[in-house]
């Protein structure tokens, strides 16, 4: 619950962090479906950190895979004060800041911004205490399976992190509804109970035995992503279509017949088949993104009524501003249009309008203007009379 | 742009004699006090806030696959007259469950019906 309110609530504005955990969460609990866009706005959100997850994953096997990496002496290129933990603290910041992250990172031809390097020790600061200490490092720089996300205690774990991950436990134990806990299989969950009407994707994808292989929750990181991989293949063949599939499938036994008539060149035939197989699966789009960035269409009807809702609305809304400036005594219309009028014609400008809206401190693009001046141009001849 | 749609509050305005005559104004800032100015300039916000508005909702039904105008101009226009009422469109929103007021319908009719005849043709909807 705190990773995944750390990895969606922005760091940047800590009092709209406030708000956003105050919010009542009746909808979550209940597991009432989102509004399009901040279902669509998570999805996003999910994509971009799985992919850097998969980088961060890859730069880290690389790193660990090296027989010479010795992950204490990295900690200690960054702990140049030998504190043994490292810190944004205010009273510290110019000394541990510059001289410990911002000092190793310029040294290595980087040069961050101040909130580059903030979101650097975001990322490496677990619990969030304002330090990171060396197992939090160890937990980021080395390669693992993240089989305590989904639950699994390590036993390598300080101390500090196991009571965290304790606390963690017995907070979502008592109070919070078992389907509260959010593991990698919620991204599929969440789709399974997307909002949107037309998911009937869903159906082509096998979910049913996809969360009945994966429900337990207490496979690792790795075999979520392999069955999750697994899937996105099934749905993407079921994407394109049986079509792409079934040629693909032609072609492979046209080359398997042709194996059988002429032996000498069957290893040819393979390679082609292999070829044309590897370029219908390039069409098909061969990353996770495509499975996650699907269309959210909403149905089209209720699309246009949610429209008319709003234009109800926003109508209501400038009905009540026109006859709360009825009411001002020193209100007419002819007054009003002069704000506007910078000469003595009957009729307004796109450059009229301009120069109205800067002398009522109202601040606007050119595009506004157009749609202004389209709302009430009735002749069509681009003017306001 | 500024008359409200209720005939009281629209009386009062027309019944105002303006500040200076016909006279072009050079002083802009004397025309009204400070409080009507910023009621003033709120007002032109929100129109210009509600035709972006409406515009992002244009785009997103325009970037639909299935959207086509016809199919929704031919529930409006249930008795299909080439044309819908207030009472065609106050009816189709009862049975879509959007609460609507007499007021509410007129504001949207006026907002496609531009000649002012009451009756909102299919081109009137497609300009929108």
């Known amino acids: 619950m705190f990773r ?264 040819t035939s393979t390679l082609k088949s292999q070829s044309k197989n590897n370029k219908s699966y390039a069409s098909f789009g061969g990353n996770t993104s495509s499975f996650i960035n699907r269309d959210y269409i909403l149905l089209e009807e209720e699309a246009f009524q949610e429209m008319l809702r709003d234009i109800i609305e926003m109508n209501k809304e400038i009905e009540l501003l026109k006859c709360d400036l009825a009411i001002c005594n020193d209100f007419n219309l002819l007054d009003s249009f002069r704000y506007f009028q910078s000469s003595t014609r009957d009729f307004l400008y796109a450059s009229d309008l301009k120069n109205g809206l800067h002398v009522l401190e109202i601040p606007f693009s050119d595009e506004e203007v157009e749609f202004f001046i389209n709302r009430f141009d009735t002749n069509k001849i681009r003017v306001i009379s | 742009m500024v008359l409200p749609l209720e005939k009281d509050y629209s009386d009062l305005v027309k019944s105002r004699i303006h500040a200076r005559s016909k006279l072009f104004v050079r002083n802009i800032d004397s025309i009204m006090a400070s409080d009507s100015k910023f009621k003033f300039a709120q007002l032109i916000k929100a129109i210009i806030s509600q035709e972006m508005k409406i515009e992002i909702w244009r785009e997103k039904l325009n970037k639909m696959r299935n959207f086509i105008i016809k199919n929704i101009f031919d529930k409006l226009d249930y008795y299909g007259n080439g044309f819908f009422t207030e009472y065609d469109l106050s009816d189709y929103l009862n049975k879509c469950n959007v609460p609507n007021q007499k007021l509410d319908i007129i504001l949207l009719i006026s907002r496609f019906n531009k000649d002012n005849s009451g009756k909102v043709t299919y081109t009137q909807v497609i300009n929108i």
């Not at chain 1, 690389?62 to 002496?73: H, L, R, T």
């Not at chain 1, 800041?97 to 310029?106: D, K, Q, R």
């Not at chain 1, 939090?136 to 390590?154: A, R």
């Open chain 1, 4 to 267: 995944f309110l750390n990895i969606i609530i922005s760091e940047k504005e800590p009092s709209m962090k406030k708000v956003a955990e105050s919010r009542a969460g009746n909808s979550f609990r209940q597991l009432q479906p989102l509004t399009q866009e901040h279902e669509y706005a998570l999805i996003k959100l999910f994509e971009q950190e799985i992919d850097l997850a998969r980088q961060v994953d890859s730069i880290c096997k690389d790193i660990s895979s090296k027989s010479d990496c010795n992950i204490y002496q990295i900690f200690c290129n960054f702990d140049t004060q030998r504190l043994n933990y490292l810190t944004l603290d205010w009273y510290l910041i110019l000394f541990i800041m510059i001289f410990s992250i911002e000092n190793f990172v310029i040294k290595n031809g980087f040069y961050p911004s101040e909130s580059d390097i903030k979101a650097i020790f975001r990322r490496l600061d677990i619990d969030k205490d304002g330090r990171v200490s060396f197992d939090e490092f160890k937990k980021i720089v080395s390669y693992q399976d993240y089989s305590n996300i989904t639950g699994l205690q390590n036993e390598e774990l300080n101390p500090n992190l196991q009571s965290y991950n304790n606390f963690s436990k017995s907070y979502c134990d008592n109070y919070l509804p078992s389907n509260n806990r959010l593991t990698s299989n919620d991204l599929d969950y969440k789709n399974s109970h997307s909002s949107m009407k037309n998911i009937g994707k869903k159906e082509r994808v096998d979910y049913q035995s996809f969360n009945a292989k994966v429900s337990g929750n207490n496979k690792g990181y790795e075999e979520n992503r392999k069955d999750f991989n697994n899937i996105n293949i099934n749905f993407q063949r079921d994407q394109v279509g049986e079509t792409h599939y079934s040629v693909a499938n032609s072609i492979e036994k046209t080359n398997t017949l042709e194996r059988e008539i002429n032996k000498a060149s069957s290893n």
